[in-house]
T-cell receptor
């Protein structure tokens, strides 16, 4: 079956612009995660959605970052007023239930964001 | 707070040689442990995971890892390296009750012919 898909695969933007990154999880997966991969910081957790529960936003680095998940499926990560330090690969993952800790998280190919 | 340390950001082995990638974690409670592999310009793929039970875990592509609580380690091994194993490897930990993966900095494996 289809894996996690993300779009766009690459995004180049100018400092100060807003960007939206999209994630389509595996069908039937109720949990969805966003991570950021950058040279300086490695892989960092950003936000986690599970079903209809309030998302865990504890990893968002600033209030310029937000995410939503519509209809329990597709998610959009929005970065407002982008800064050069936001340049990174943004990875989305999904898992079947995301409540027991043992579920495997399946990752998408990522969106490479470059802020000029 | 949980943390993961991967010793060696770069490891180079000859084809057919043993692969050993080191991972140590800090956690106040018994964690769940994972190894992921990332090929160039691709996402992360799960190699293996430890949750409970047998401490020696076998994964895909001939890899295995052993959970050693006394050493807080979860080192990844493969008896004989293939050229196709060249990639970056990430160790990750989750504490029970949390769904966040905390990753190490990664180890880039090079396999020489």
């Amino acid at each position: 079956g289809a894996g996690v898909s993300q779009s766009p695969s690459n995004k180049v933007t100018e400092k100060g612009k807003d960007v939206e990154l999209r994630c389509d999880p595996i069908s039937g997966h109720t949990a969805l995660y966003w991570y950021r991969q950058s040279l300086g910081q490695g892989l960092e957790f950003l936000i986690y959605f599970q079903g209809n529960s309030a998302p865990d936003k504890s990893g968002l680095p600033s209030d310029r970052f937000s995410a939503e998940r519509t209809g329990g499926s597709v998610s959009t990560l929005t970065i407002q007023r982008t800064q050069q330090e936001d340049s990174a690969v943004y990875l989305c993952a999904s898992s079947l239930a995301g409540t027991s800790g043992i579920d495997t998280q399946y990752f998408g190919p990522g969106t490479r964001l470059t802020v000029l | 707070a949980q943390s993961v340390t991967q010793l060696g950001s770069h490891v180079s082995v000859s084809e057919g040689a043993l692969v050993l990638l080191r991972c140590n974690y800090s956690s106040s409670v018994p964690p769940y442990l994972f190894w992921y592999v990332q090929y160039p310009n691709q996402g992360l793929q799960l190699l293996l995971k430890y949750t409970t039970g047998a401490t020696l875990v076998k994964g895909i592509n001939g890899f295995e890892a052993e959970f050693k609580k006394s050493e807080t380690s979860f080192h990844l091994t493969k008896p004989s390296a293939h050229m196709s194993d060249a990639a970056e490897y990430f160790c990750a930990v989750k504490e029970g009750g949390s769904e966040k993966l905390v990753f190490g900095k990664g180890t880039k494996l090079t396999v020489n012919p």
